[in-house]
């Protein structure tokens, strides 16, 4: 799962507020609600703010697998295994 805490982190110490990216950076606020949700978000996006906060991807997400998304990775690895014994 993507996190986006890092990214609230980096506004705050940078003195940038959400208002700010919407109105003076053109971030919209459907994105912002996206990362607050944890949802999905494009690279391009990520490439804005990294450029508008002037840090690096790992300053702005993480990722961490939970035990759900691990489980499923964990059967689509099997089912892939077995479709190329046949």
């Given at each position: 799962m993507i996190?986006?805490?890092?990214?609230?982190k980096?506004?705050?110490?940078?003195?940038?507020?959400k208002?700010?990216?919407?109105y003076?950076y053109n971030?919209?606020?459907?994105?912002?609600?996206?990362?607050?949700k944890?949802?999905?978000?494009t690279?391009?996006?990520i490439n804005?703010l990294?450029?508008?906060l002037?840090c690096?991807?790992?300053d702005?997400?993480?990722f961490?697998i939970t035990?759900?998304?691990?489980?499923?990775?964990?059967?689509?690895?099997m089912?892939i295994?077995?479709k190329?014994?046949?």
């Open positions: 996190n986006y805490e890092n990214c609230w980096t506004m705050s110490a940078k003195g940038i507020t208002y700010s990216l919407i003076h971030i919209s606020s459907n994105t912002l609600r996206r990362m607050s944890g949802e999905p978000i690279t391009n996006t804005e990294c450029l508008i002037h690096r991807p790992e702005i997400l993480t961490e035990a759900e998304e691990e489980s499923f990775q964990k059967k689509r690895e089912e295994a077995e190329k014994k046949k």
